[in-house]
Every structure is written in structure tokens, then in C-alpha cells.
């Protein structure tokens, strides 16, 4: 991989200013960068990232609901040159770029449009790579994000039913926010009541111009979902296909290494 390029933004506020803000980022918790992205003739381009030094107050106070391992995800941790049977550094990354630096435009959050990323093997990268792009997304145009998964979505939904007069509804934010990553479509427990409800909530986030990033094992064609349900996210969702290949066990298999590496020795690793 080529080095990146990357100029860090100056401090909002002088180290030496003694009111407990963060010289780093300002007590905004993020901290702008510009990396050098080729694909946009070799401009720097604005990136948002975790303050470093904020980072444990952040995951505190996160209520994105990202699964812990990807809390520190953004769009420059996604690696599209790891799969070796398929090279996604080409329209895919423009694709997924795209939707990064044009958000706030006419091709995805004026028009409510989003992405249906989607492969049959597991571990292929299609929760990562949404969370990389939904929290980047988030930082730079500083709009509400959430994830949930299907499964989970549902159980709130039904907890909804239950609740006592005058106690919030859980499962309201994920219809409302402006952006929500909806994790593992088609994986759901199959029901009149359970499609019900997911067609309630897509369709009533794409009236209302919100987006959404889905992530599934299946073409949108192959869920077992109604047909308008299967025609709203068809309408209104670029479907992206991921490799079929685990880049899950890719990393299980460096992270391993990287222990042997860090108990015996690179030499010793290397000699077997």
C-alpha cells in the first residue's frame, strides 16, 4: 500500500488556555483531517476522525449504538485492496467515496438515497465497511446516526407494545434518524408481523427523505419480504456486492501472527 498523505488541521484552542478544553479538537470530540485521495486527482480531501485524545470520553458517551469493535471506525480503516479474488479500488470505492464526499447533494441525502451492501459468505466486511462510512459520514456533515440490526430493531419494536404510559418508545429513534445502518436484513425470524414492521419502517423513512444503509446475506430480490417491501429498498438503494470472501478470518489469521510476533520474536515466528 502507498503512504498515506495526511495534513492534521491546527488546534481550535491553545494548549495553554487552562479551561479543561481539549487542545485538539476543541471540546468538539472530533478532529478534521485531509488525506490525499488519488481517485479525486490526487486532492486532499476532508476526513473527521475520534479526537485521540477524547477518544475514551467518546466511546462513553456513544449511543450510535455501533458495536463496540467498530467505535473507532471510520472510512480510511476500511481496506479495499485486502480481497485477493476481486479488486474493489475501482467503481466500488468511487461508489463508497461517492456517498462519503457528496452526502450533502442531489445523488444521495437530497434524493434519500442509500446503499444495500450484500454477499452470501460471512465476515466479508459488510457491517464494517457500513459503520466505517455511516460514522464518517456522521462526523463530517454532523448528522444523527444509529445501527441496529433487524433482530434487534424488531425486539424493540415489540418491547414498544408492552410499555407502561408515558415511557418512551426505543424503537422511535431508528425510524426517525437521519441515518441508519440496518444490519442483517433477511436474517430475521420470518412472520406476517415481522415484515409488518420492516416495511413500516423503510417505508416510512424513504417518505421521509431519510437514509439508510442496509447490510444483508441475500439479494434484495431473495428476501423473503414482501414484494413492496423488496420494491421500496429496490427504489430507492444502490445495491453494492461484496466479494465472497472472509476477510474476517483474514484478520483472525494477522492478528495471530501478530501475537506469535509479539511473544516470540519475528525471527523465531519466522523460522517456524
Not at 498523505?5 to 468538539?28: A, F, K, L, M
Not at 486527482?41 to 479526537?51: K, L, P, V
Not at 452526502?103 to 457500513?130: E, I, M, Q
Amino acid at each position: 500500500m502507498e503512504k498515506i498523505q495526511r495534513r492534521i488541521q491546527s488546534q481550535r484552542v491553545p494548549s495553554n488556555s487552562g479551561d479543561g478544553v481539549c487542545p485538539v479538537c476543541g471540546g468538539t470530540n472530533y478532529r478534521t483531517y485531509f488525506e490525499l485521495i488519488p481517485e479525486y486527482d490526487s486532492a486532499f480531501i476532508r476526513f473527521g476522525e475520534i479526537c485521540p485524545q477524547c477518544k475514551k470520553q467518546v466511546r462513553a458517551q456513544d449511543i450510535t449504538r455501533v458495536p463496540a469493535e467498530f467505535h473507532d471506525a471510520d472510512i480510511t480503516k476500511f481496506r479495499f485492496d485486502i480481497y485477493q479474488k476481486e479488486n474493489l479500488t475501482g467503481n466500488f470505492r468511487k461508489v463508497i467515496m461517492s456517498m462519503f464526499q457528496e452526502y450533502d447533494s442531489d445523488k444521495w441525502r437530497n434524493a434519500g438515497r442509500g446503499l444495500y451492501l450484500w454477499s452470501r459468505t460471512p465476515g466479508t466486511g459488510k457491517t464494517f465497511l457500513a459503520c466505517c462510512l455511516a460514522k464518517s459520514v456522521m462526523i463530517k456533515y454532523d448528522t444523527q446516526m444509529r445501527f441496529v440490526t433487524v433482530a434487534d430493531y424488531l425486539g424493540k419494536v415489540g418491547d414498544s407494545y408492552k410499555r407502561e404510559r408515558g415511557e418512551s418508545d426505543a424503537s422511535q429513534i431508528y425510524r426517525e434518524c437521519q441515518l441508519l445502518v440496518f444490519d442483517d436484513l433477511g436474517a430475521q425470524k420470518e412472520g406476517s408481523w415481522q415484515d409488518q414492521e420492516i416495511f413500516r419502517i423503510i417505508n416510512g423513512r424513504m417518505s421521509n427523505g431519510l437514509v439508510t444503509i442496509f447490510t444483508s446475506n441475500m439479494s434484495p430480490e431473495e428476501l423473503k419480504l414482501s414484494n413492496r417491501t423488496k420494491d421500496r429498498i429496490i427504489s430507492k438503494n444502490l445495491v453494492l456486492k461484496m466479494p465472497e470472501e472472509s476477510i474476517r478470518a483474514k484478520r483472525a489469521e494477522e492478528g495471530q501472527e501478530k501475537m506469535l510476533c509479539e511473544i516470540l520474536g519475528r525471527q523465531e515466528v519466522g523460522n517456524g
